[in-house]
C-alpha cells in the first residue's frame, strides 16, 4: 500500500484522543448557545430523553442535564474523554452511568 492511500485504521486515535482531551471543548456549543437552544424546544418534559453522540467531555450534557427536563445520556468513544467526562459530571454532583 502507498502512503498515500493509507487506511484509517493506521490511525494513531489516542494521540488526538490525548490531544483533545486537554481541551475545555471539542467542538461548538457554547453554555449560553446550549440554552438558546433550549428556548426553541418547549416541548420537552419530565420523561424526555436526550442524548449526545460522541459527547467529548461531556460539557454541553451538563449543560442540558442540569437545564433541560427529562433524562440526558452522554457517549463517547475515547476513555480519556470519558475520565473527564466523569470527573466534571462528578464535580456537579450528577448521577452518570
Given at each position: 500500500m502507498s502512503k498515500e492511500n493509507r487506511s484509517i485504521h493506521e490511525f494513531d486515535f489516542n494521540l488526538i484522543s490525548e490531544y483533545?482531551?486537554?481541551?475545555?471543548?471539542?467542538?461548538?456549543?457554547?453554555?449560553?448557545?446550549?440554552?438558546?437552544a433550549l428556548i426553541f424546544n418547549d416541548q420537552l418534559i419530565d420523561d424526555?430523553?436526550?442524548a449526545d453522540i460522541s459527547c467529548g467531555t461531556g460539557r454541553?450534557?451538563?449543560?442540558?442535564?442540569?437545564?433541560?427536563?427529562?433524562?440526558?445520556?452522554?457517549?463517547?468513544?475515547?476513555?480519556a474523554f470519558i475520565d473527564h467526562f466523569d470527573r466534571?459530571?462528578?464535580?456537579?454532583?450528577?448521577?452518570?452511568?
Amino acid at each position: 500500500m502507498s502512503k498515500e492511500n493509507r487506511s484509517i485504521h493506521e490511525f494513531d486515535f489516542n494521540l488526538i484522543s490525548e490531544y483533545f482531551s486537554f481541551i475545555e471543548r471539542q467542538r461548538p456549543g457554547r453554555p449560553d448557545f446550549t440554552m438558546k437552544a433550549l428556548i426553541f424546544n418547549d416541548q420537552l418534559i419530565d420523561d424526555s430523553r436526550i442524548a449526545d453522540i460522541s459527547c467529548g467531555t461531556g460539557r454541553q450534557i451538563i449543560v442540558l442535564t442540569e437545564h433541560a427536563p427529562g433524562f440526558t445520556t452522554g457517549l463517547e468513544l475515547f476513555p480519556a474523554f470519558i475520565d473527564h467526562f466523569d470527573r466534571n459530571t462528578s464535580q456537579r454532583d450528577l448521577r452518570t452511568e
